[in-house]
C-alpha cells in the first residue's frame, strides 16, 4: 500500500513540487520516498511506500523497467503476482525483483491495457510509456484504492488524496456545490464528482490514458474496462461454492513478507473472514473494537469466534473522549472530503491498534453488498411480494381511501412507490432533499433550485433496472458502485492509512464478486432475511449466536455522546455552514436530537462534520 502522485505537462514540472505533494503521503507510505523525471522534465512521479511485498529498496517506486521504457508509481496489490510471473517468465520476461509491482510492468507489456483483465488484486496506478508517450491510469474493480485526478489544457496531475493536489499552481479550491448537495444527501461525495470543481475520482473499474503532444497533454475519457456482471444461474451448489471461494481469496489474500491479521467485529462477514483462514491453516492475530454502551459493545461474539477458531485475539475499547482527541486533527486532514459515516472513529481505532504488531489486516467490507446483508433488502423483497398480491380490485380499493382498508392502506403506502424511486430512498442517509431544498442559502440554494442529488443514482440504476433485474439486484448494484465506493471503502482506506496500514477486504476479492454476481437475487434475501444465503452456507463454521443474530453494524452510541459528553462539539451553524444552510434549520436539529425528539445523531453529525471541514480546507 502506497501514496502516489505525479504530473505530465506542457513545460517543465518542478520536480520539488512533486515531492512535497508527495510527501503530504507520507502516512500512505512511510517505508521509502522516490521520484522520478523524464529527460525532457514533462513527466514527473512520486511516490510513498509501504513496504508489503519484497522489502528491499529495488522494488521501491516509481519503479522502472530495466529497459527504461516503463515507470510506473502503484497503490496496491497484485495477489495473483505469482502466477501472473510465472505465465509471464515463459512468454520470455525477465525479472529482477519478487515484487508485484515488477509484475505489473511485464503484464501491461504483454497485454497492454487488456492486462487489466488479469489482475486479481486492489490498485491505482499511473503508468508512463516512453515510447508512445502516454500514461496509463487505472484502477481496481470495486474501487478499494482512490485516484483523483485533474486536467487542465498544460497540465494532468494526479494523486491518492486531494489534498496531494491543493498545491499545483493552477488548482483552484472552489467548492462543487453538486458535490457538497450529494454529500449531504448520501453521507460522501459519490464518484466520478469531488468537493473541488477542478478534480475528478476515477471511476472504479476504469482506466484512463493521457497522451503527452508538442501542445502538453491530452487526456482521454474515462473507459470502463470492469463492470460487474448480475448474471443468476440456477444450477450451482452455491454453498460450498461460497465456502471454497472464500478460503481460496483469504489464503491468496493473506500472503505478505510483513506481519498479517484480521479485523474480528464479531459479525457474520468478519468472523467468516477469520474462520475461512484458521481452517485453511493461516494463522493470523484478530482484532476488535468494544464500547461501555449496551447494545453496541460486540466484543462477546468476537471472542466467541477467536476461541472457535483458536485466533489469538486483542481487545480495544472506544470511548467519548476518543473522538475530540482525534476528530479536529487527525481525521479532518486524513478525510479530506466531506464525509458523514461516523463509524471511521472505531475503524481508526481498530486499525491503529492492529498496527501496533501487523502491517497488512484482512477485512470482511463488501460482504453485506455482495449477499443482500442489509435490511433494506428484505424490504425491497417484501415490496416484491406485496406487488404480487396486489390485484388491480385490490390496489383499487386501497387507492379509494376505504374506512375499512385504511390499515391495510398505511401499511402498503411505502411498498407502492416506483421500484426505483424505492431503491434511491434508501440511500437517503442524512438530509433528504425535499428539507435540503428549503434549508439551502446562497449558492447551494442555485444549485439544488436546479439539481437533484439522486441524479448520481441514475447512471447506476440505467445499468440495472429494476424492471429488468429485479429489486434486490438493481439495489446490490447500486450498493456496489456507489455507497461502497463512495462511503464504506473511502472510510477504511483513510482510517488505515492514517496508521499506515493495508486492509485486505475479502469479500471484494474478483472471484467472490463474479460469483456472488451469478447467485438468484431470491436465495439471497426474502421478506423476512437478508444475507440468508451466506448464512446457511456459513452454518458448519459459525455457531447460530453469531449467524442468526440481528445484524448491528460496525455502530458506535454517537448519539449519546452527543447528548452528554460531546455537547460542545454538537454546537454548530454559527461558522461558515450559515452561509449553505439556514442557521435555524441547522441549530433544530441539534436541538431535537440533544432534546430526545429521535435520532438525529447522523443529520447532525453530517453539519458538523462539514461546519469543521469547511474551517480546514476551504
Known amino acids: 500500500m502506497c501514496g502516489i502522485v505525479g504530473a505530465i505537462a506542457r513545460e517543465r514540472v518542478d520536480e520539488r513540487l512533486i515531492e512535497r505533494m508527495r510527501d503530504r503521503l507520507v502516512h500512505r507510505g512511510p517505508d521509502a520516498a522516490g521520484v522520478w523525471s523524464s529527460l525532457d522534465g514533462r513527466v514527473c512521479l512520486g511516490h510513498r511506500r509501504l513496504s508489503i511485498v519484497d522489502l528491499s529498496a529495488a522494488a521501491n517506486g516509481p519503479f522502472r523497467s530495466r529497459d527504461g521504457r516503463f515507470v510506473v508509481t502503484f497503490n496496491g496489490e497484485i495477489y495473483n503476482f505469482r502466477a501472473l510471473r510465472r505465465e509471464l517468465t515463459v512468454e520470455g520476461a525477465v525479472f529482477h525483483t519478487s515484487s508485484d509491482t515488477e509484475v505489473l510492468v511485464e503484464a501491461y507489456r504483454r497485454w497492454g491495457a487488456s492486462c487489466l483483465e488479469r489482475l486479481s488484486g486492489m490498485f491505482a496506478f499511473a503508468l508512463w510509456d516512453d515510447e508512445s508517450s502516454t500514461l496509463f491510469c487505472a484502477r481496481d474493480r470495486a474501487g478499494e484504492k482512490p485516484f483523483y485526478y485533474a486536467s487542465t489544457a498544460s497540465s494532468f496531475v494526479f494523486g491518492s488524496e486531494l489534498k496531494a493536489l491543493l498545491p499545483w499552481p493552477s488548482f483552484q479550491r472552489e467548492l462543487d456545490h453538486t458535490a457538497l448537495a450529494d454529500f449531504l444527501v448520501f453521507g460522501f461525495v459519490p464518484d466520478p464528482k469531488s468537493i473541488w470543481k477542478g478534480a475528478r475520482k476515477l471511476p472504479p473499474g476504469h482506466s484512463i490514458t493521457v497522451e503527452l503532444g508538442d501542445r502538453g497533454p491530452r487526456a482521454q475519457e474515462p473507459v470502463e474496462w470492469w463492470d460487474w456482471e448480475l448474471e443468476p444461474n440456477h444450477e450451482e451448489a452455491w454453498e460450498e461454492q461460497i465456502r471454497d471461494t472464500l478460503t481460496r481469496a483469504a489464503v491468496e489474500m493473506s500472503y505478505a513478507d510483513v506481519p498479517v491479521g484480521a479485523f474480528l467485529s464479531g459479525g457474520v462477514d468478519s468472523s467468516s473472514v477469520t474462520a475461512a483462514l484458521a481452517r485453511a491453516g493461516q494463522p493470523v492475530h484478530a482484532y476488535t473494537i468494544g464500547f461501555e454502551e449496551a447494545g453496541f459493545d460486540e466484543r462477546p461474539y468476537a471472542r466467541e469466534i477467536a476461541e472457535l477458531t483458536g485466533t489469538p485475539h486483542t481487545e480495544r475499547m472506544v470511548r467519548a473522549d476518543d473522538v475530540e482527541a482525534v476528530f479536529r486533527d487527525t481525521v479532518l486532514w486524513h478525510y479530506d472530503e466531506p464525509f458523514n459515516d461516523y463509524s471511521y472513529l472505531p475503524t481508526y481505532y481498530v486499525c491503529r491498534e492492529a498496527r501496533q504488531e501487523i502491517t497488512v489486516a484482512l477485512s470482511g467490507d463488501g460482504g453485506d453488498e455482495l449477499f443482500a446483508g442489509y435490511g433494506k433488502y428484505t424490504r425491497l423483497a417484501r415490496r416484491q411480494a406485496i406487488e404480487r398480491a396486489l390485484t388491480p380490485p385490490i390496489t383499487q380499493l386501497v387507492a379509494s381511501g376505504a374506512h375499512a382498508v385504511a390499515a391495510l392502506r398505511e401499511h402498503v403506502a411505502p411498498y407502492r412507490l416506483d421500484a426505483a424511486a424505492m431503491v434511491r430512498s434508501t440511500l437517503v442517509s442524512a438530509h433528504a432533499p425535499k428539507a435540503l431544498r428549503r434549508a439551502a442559502r446562497g449558492d447551494l440554494a442555485e444549485t439544488l433550485a436546479a439539481y437533484d442529488p439522486m441524479d448520481a443514482v441514475a447512471p447506476h440504476l440505467a445499468k440495472a433496472p429494476p424492471s429488468e433485474v429485479g429489486l434486490v439486484n438493481a439495489m446490490r448494484y447500486v450498493d456496489l458502485k456507489l455507497t461502497l465506493a463512495g462511503g464504506i471503502l473511502v472510510k477504511v482506506d483513510r482510517a488505515s492509512m492514517a496508521v499506515s496500514l493495508e486492509v ?115
Open 504 to 618: 485486505r477486504p475479502v469479500y471484494l476479492h474478483r472471484d467472490l464478486l463474479a460469483l456472488a454476481g451469478r447467485v438468484p437475487p431470491a436465495l439471497l434475501a426474502d421478506r423476512r432475511e437478508p444475507k440468508k444465503l451466506l448464512r446457511s452456507a456459513l452454518r458448519s463454521w459459525l455457531p447460530g449466536s453469531v449467524l442468526d443474530r440481528p445484524k448491528t453494524g460496525f455502530a458506535m452510541p454517537l448519539g449519546r455522546w452527543l447528548r452528554n459528553d460531546l455537547k460542545e462539539l454538537a454546537r454548530v451553524g454559527d461558522g461558515p455552514l450559515g452561509e449553505l444552510l439556514d442557521p435555524s434549520y441547522v441549530r433544530g436539529i441539534a436541538r431535537a436530537h440533544q432534546g430526545g425528539e429521535g435520532d438525529h445523531a447522523a443529520g447532525l453529525h453530517s453539519l458538523i462534520f462539514l461546519e469543521h471541514w469547511l474551517g480546514k480546507w476551504s
